[in-house]
């Protein structure tokens, strides 16, 4: 791991995004809360916000964090056959939380894929990426 003890505690916030491409019969049905797992939609966000508070279980190098904010949200472009993930993660820390809004993301997109893919064989998990991310002083 990085040293980062010499390093300023600041405020830090990480936005990440990503998409899971899935067919209109199968955006539907997670909309309506038809899926026979259950709510999507609800159980994905979950299951980001724990691997975000996990990130330094499962990456090996990762500073192991106690993030004090998690948030994950679902967005339905009319255009696309899709759902937009975006994830933020705030902390007061030495060093940055990227990595748990990245992992925010990713697990809600597999929660997403492992709860539909019954009915679709076809999903991809596509553009994970990181958004932005802010530093300032603490007050």
């Known amino acids: 791991m990085v040293d980062v003890s010499?390093?300023?505690?600041?405020?830090?916030?990480?936005?990440a995004r990503g998409e899971i491409l899935l067919?209109?019969?199968?955006?539907?049905?997670?909309r309506?809360?038809?899926?026979?797992?259950?709510?999507?939609?609800?159980?994905?966000?979950v299951?980001?916000?724990?691997?975000a508070k996990k990130a330094g279980d499962l990456i090996p190098l990762c500073h192991p964090l106690a993030i004090s904010h998690c948030e994950v949200e679902f967005r339905f472009p009319k255009?696309?056959?899709?759902?937009?993930?975006?994830?933020?993660?705030k902390i007061a820390a030495r060093t940055g939380v990227e990595m748990e809004a990245l992992i925010a993301v990713s697990?809600?997109?597999?929660?997403?894929?492992?709860?539909?893919?019954?009915?679709d064989k076809g999903m991809r998990i596509t553009g994970i990426r990181l958004v932005s991310k802010t530093k300032r002083a603490v007050d």
């Open 6 to 15: 010499g390093k300023p505690v600041l405020l830090r916030e990480a936005v």
């Open 107 to 119: 697990v809600a997109a597999l929660t997403i894929y492992d709860m539909c893919k019954a009915v």
């Open 79 to 89: 255009s696309a056959n899709c759902i937009v993930i975006t994830a933020s993660a």
């Open 23 to 30: 067919n209109k019969a199968t955006l539907r049905l997670v």
């Open 47 to 51: 299951a980001g916000i724990l691997a």
């Open 32 to 45: 309506s809360n038809k899926i026979a797992k259950g709510n999507v939609l609800a159980t994905a966000r």
